[in-house]
């Protein structure tokens, strides 16, 4: 099938941008495994595993619509400390969360319905679970101190 060449246009720029997503995940998660902040380690993980599959499912239309992906992550910077790791991270989906609103309405604009919907689903994951986590990280360091904070992030073993 042939895509509308703007939307396929548009879509390669979220893959390129769900790439550099995943591999600032993936730094971080490492990060966190190397400090011995289990607890980030294993969230940050999974996260990166869902832009994976976010980058999968774009490069899936992609193919399908005709178009041939740019698999060239954006540049990032990733973050040296918690704190600035986990804001890098909000910053990152707060960014992500506009791209995908205005991918939605450019889908709406040319009668493409399932790139509309598959970019709804990932503005779900995107604010209620990407986000929303990150804000609540963000606050609990605000009040319990970034100490506190980083015990919390300890798993202990047996």
């Known amino acids: 099938m042939q895509g509308h060449p703007d939307v396929i246009a548009y879509f390669k720029e979220l893959l390129r941008g769900e790439l550099a997503a995943r591999d600032q995940y993936f730094i971080h998660s490492r990060i966190?495994?190397?400090?011995?902040?289990?607890?980030?380690?294993?969230?940050?993980?999974?996260?990166?595993?869902?832009?994976?599959?976010?980058?999968?499912?774009?490069?899936?239309?992609?193919?399908?619509?005709?178009?041939?992906?740019?698999?060239?992550?954006?540049?990032f910077a990733f973050g040296s400390t918690v704190p600035e790791m986990l804001q890098k991270d909000l910053a990152l989906e707060y960014e992500v969360r506009a791209a995908l609103q205005k991918g939605m309405a450019l889908c709406e604009s040319v009668a493409d319905y399932v790139g509309r919907d598959l970019l709804l689903t990932q503005l779900h994951d995107t604010e209620e679970d990407h986000a929303y986590w990150l804000e609540k990280q963000l606050a609990l360091i605000e009040k319990l101190g970034l100490q506190n904070y980083l015990q919390s992030q300890i798993e202990e073993t047996a």
Request: charged fraction near 35%.
């Open 32 to 75: 966190y495994e190397d400090q011995g902040l289990t607890r980030l380690f294993t969230r940050m993980d999974h996260e990166m595993q869902e832009e994976t599959q976010h980058a999968d499912a774009l490069l899936r239309r992609i193919l399908f619509l005709g178009g041939t992906p740019d698999m060239r992550p954006r540049e």
